[in-house]
């Protein structure tokens, strides 16, 4: 007997309980148990209907994830559903919480759907590089429509209760207080009014208006040309549907299956798996197990400018109270008008009512030029320029005024955050937080522990993270931390391309190929390119004479050309064009850099391109790993994926590494070394690994 399915009887009811915390996942135990408890109360005579219904918090939110990639264990989740479908006793699904992927498709197996106020259901399957495999992308348009199963399949988004019951998806919302109620509620009335059983496969109304045209799915397919890019599984989404119109249920069924294993079998499915547990991983750091979080309720934000605007803003939409700290009356007014200017862009995409908006700017936030304002504050980020005399000057000030137990953080993104410590005298409660840019729209914060930061500020920091959307990554000091310290490193490598003879423009399109939504170059034109050259300025000091130098940016700088801004970087940008042309200027100062240097440029293809600019990211992950900077590849991965665009169907670039082979990545860095040895030192522990047979996955553990 399955113990994470129960049978419960209520009269001449059934009740099918299923109990696999935390989200009963229909993990191999489960299937057999609903087959198994299906099977028992269908033969037995003295039960008239049968409520499927979920324990704890939730119905089941879907398959159990990890068992993908597996070899499958009977019995498989569409033999189950085929049981209930063909249940001569009505079979009745009760909903609470989320019901998602195969959980939903459990409910569509049904032959009927009630469901609590503040349920959710969905088919996120899109999301982890698969389809719906039991039946979803074959009962969900003969409910509601292929345009609108499309829609609701291709998004993966959750639908709520009342959306639900409009659209046809549910049967019912039920007052119930509890999914077990409201099932028996509903099975009873189906026994005393002799409600006829509705399978779901029968059903053809809604399908047959699109039956023999394909203008629902042309467009579709159109569609994902923009929105699915290099994506494997929603193509394959829209043949699944388009199935459904077109073919009798049992060959559709047949198709569906035919294409979700094609889906199961793609490197996306893992990549995209990886990047589901990572993200649930991250948050999970050894050593912080009991550590309290302090309570935040009010922040102090010091520097209005790009970075300082955007933190107190996403600060701000957490609810937090936040003050603004500026140099002078002049710089406050600009930063508080880069608030205001960001919420009312909100306001306008109808993110935010005009109500609210005016209520956080008059009630939640302040500004000041006086440090004495902070007095009260629980935490303050300070974002002012990136100079180390200039940050220890804002730290000693705030050490004056902040009081006991505040916690001081400074978005550097270089800067030693021990030597800013040092400079206090409660190092303990000093700790880097790394937001990008634009802070309150980018999802990673990087969390940066000095050598005296105490547990309750990191788990403080983890907390606040998650309050302001953010996934939060525990990182090291070391000059850039994880992220902005392997950036550097790849991005040299894109320089040393282009000198050697790629265009810019080849080696944005093969980035671009790979899957990052934007190239290098493009990158380098938005955030400025004086911001590089105000890095490798700093850098200039401490540069190993060993270290490959190329000028080409700085001629940028030289001739003004900023990027979008200044109008002209490495694209030329014209009156209100975000995307910008070549431009034969820079390809021109690359070929005089060149030939002062006597290079003879050499071709690359994309693909050349892509893994030179992918192993250099990865010898310096590992480095990174190496040195403790990172804790697991899997803080690694999460940094790229959620600060630097890296593919998320590629898992980051860990994930990518074991994809690949760490050994054809340690070929790829040997044979660049013979050009370039200062460069190319493979990181000891890709040695290590390598020579192990083992992976950086094996370093998740
Ligand atoms: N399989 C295995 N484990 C799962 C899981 C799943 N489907 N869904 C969640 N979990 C695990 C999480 O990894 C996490 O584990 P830890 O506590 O060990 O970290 C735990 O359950 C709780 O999850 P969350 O932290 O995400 O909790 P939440 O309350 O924030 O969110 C949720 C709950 C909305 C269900 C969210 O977990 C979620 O979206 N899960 C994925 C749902 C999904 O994609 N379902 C479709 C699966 S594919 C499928 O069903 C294919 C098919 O057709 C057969
Ligand atoms: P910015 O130049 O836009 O803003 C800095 C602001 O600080 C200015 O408004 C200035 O008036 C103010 N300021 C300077 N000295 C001050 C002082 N003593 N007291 C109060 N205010 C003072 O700079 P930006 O881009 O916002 O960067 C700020 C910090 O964030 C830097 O450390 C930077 O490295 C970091 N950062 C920047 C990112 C970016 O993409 N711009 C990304 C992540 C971090």
């Not at 189950?80 to 919480?97: N, Q, S, T, Y």
């Not at 032959?111 to 039991?134: F, N, Q, S, T």
């Not at 990047?275 to 050593?287: C, Y």
């Not at 004056?400 to 410590?421: C, H, P, W």
Request: proline share 5%; with cysteine.
């Amino acid at each position: 007997m399955s113990e994470v399915v129960r049978l419960e009887r209520h009269g001449d009811i059934a009740a099918i309980v299923v109990d696999n915390p935390p989200v009963n996942a229909l993990g191999q135990a489960v299937r057999q148990g609903l087959k198994e408890r299906l099977n028992e109360a269908a033969n037995d005579d003295a039960v008239r209907a049968i409520v499927i219904l979920g324990a704890e918090r939730t119905f089941i939110a879907g398959a159990d994830i990890r068992e993908f990639g597996k070899p499958p264990q009977p019995p498989s989740l569409p033999e189950v559903i085929e049981d209930m479908d063909a249940c001569p006793k009505p079979v009745i699904a009760a909903l609470h919480g989320t019901a998602l992927g195969g959980g939903f498709e459990v409910a569509l197996g049904c032959h009927y759907r009630v469901a609590l106020d503040g349920a959710k259901v969905g088919l996120p399957e899109v999301k982890l590089g698969i389809l719906p495999g039991a039946g979803g992308t074959q009962r969900t348009p003969r409910l509601i429509g292929a345009a609108k199963a499309l829609d609701m399949i291709l998004s993966g988004d959750f639908v709520a209760a009342e959306k639900a019951l409009s659209l046809g998806l549910i049967d019912e919302i039920s007052k119930a207080e509890t999914p077990l109620e409201a099932g028996l509620a509903f099975a009873r009335k189906a026994i005393d009014e002799g409600t006829p059983l509705r399978r779901v496969r029968d059903l053809e109304d809604e399908i047959l208006a699109d039956r023999g045209k394909s203008d629902v799915f042309d467009a579709a397919r159109e569609k994902l040309k923009k929105t699915a890019r290099g994506l494997f599984s929603p193509h394959k989404i829209v043949d699944a549907v388009q199935a459904a119109v077109e073919l009798p249920f049992d060959d559709g069924i047949k198709r569906e299956r035919e294409l979700f294993q094609e889906c199961v079998e793609s490197p996306q499915r893992a990549g995209l798996i990886h990047a589901f547990f990572s993200e649930r991983q991250v948050g999970k750091v050894p050593g912080l197990k009991g550590a309290a979080r302090r309570p935040l309720i009010s922040a102090g934000v010091v520097g209005g400018g790009t970075m300082g605007a955007g933190i107190a803003v996403s600060m701000l939409l957490s609810g937090l109270q936040v003050i603004m700290i500026e140099r002078d009356e002049e710089s406050l007014a600009r930063g508080k008008a880069t608030v205001d200017k960001i919420l009312e862009a909100s306001v306008k995409r109808g993110k935010l009512t005009a109500g609210s908006k005016a209520a956080v700017m008059t009630e939640s936030f302040s500004g000041s030029t006086d440090y004495a304002a902070l007095s009260d504050v629980d935490i303050v980020v300070e974002a002012v320029f990136e100079d180390m005399e200039v940050k220890k000057g804002v730290f000693a000030q705030l050490d004056a005024v902040l009081k006991a137990g505040a916690i001081l953080a400074t978005n550097t993104s270089y800067l030693d955050v021990d030597a800013l410590a040092a400079g206090t005298s409660r190092p303990s409660d000093v700790i880097g937080l790394h937001f990008f840019s634009p802070a309150h729209v980018m999802k990673l914060l990087e969390i940066v522990v000095g050598d005296q930061t105490a547990p309750e500020v990191v788990a403080t920091g983890f907390a606040l993270a998650k309050r302001l959307g953010k996934v939060g990554v525990r990182a090291g000091v070391c000059d850039g931390f994880i992220g902005n310290r392997i950036l550097a490193t790849y991005r040299k490598q894109i320089d040393y391309m282009v000198e050697d003879g790629a265009s810019p423009y080849e080696v944005d399109d093969a980035i671009r190929a790979f899957g990052f939504p934007m190239g290098p170059f493009q990158v380098s034109d938005l955030a400025g390119v004086d911001i590089g050259w105000m890095t490798r300025r700093r850098l200039d000091a401490t540069r190993d004479p060993r270290e490959r130098y190329v000028e080409v940016a700085d001629r940028l700088y030289e001739a003004g050309r900023m990027g979008q801004k200044s109008g002209a970087g490495w694209y030329l940008y014209s009156e209100g064009d975000r995307r910008g042309a070549k431009d034969p200027v820079v390809e021109n100062i690359v070929a005089q850099e060149r030939a002062k240097k006597g290079i003879e440029p050499k071709s690359f293809t994309p693909e050349q391109i892509q893994r030179r600019y992918l192993a250099a990211m990865i010898n310096e992950a590992a480095r990174v790993l190496e040195e403790g900077i990172a804790l697991r590849p899997l803080d690694i991965d999460v940094t790229l994926l959620y600060g630097y665009g890296f593919p998320r169907w590629h898992g980051g670039p860990m994930k990518y590494a074991d994809m690949v082979g760490l050994d054809q990545i340690l070929t790829d860095i040997r044979s660049y070394a013979e050009e370039d040895a200062f460069a190319w030192q493979p990181a000891k522990l890709l040695v290590d690994l390598v020579e192990r047979g083992e992976n950086f996955e094996s370093l998740n553990k």
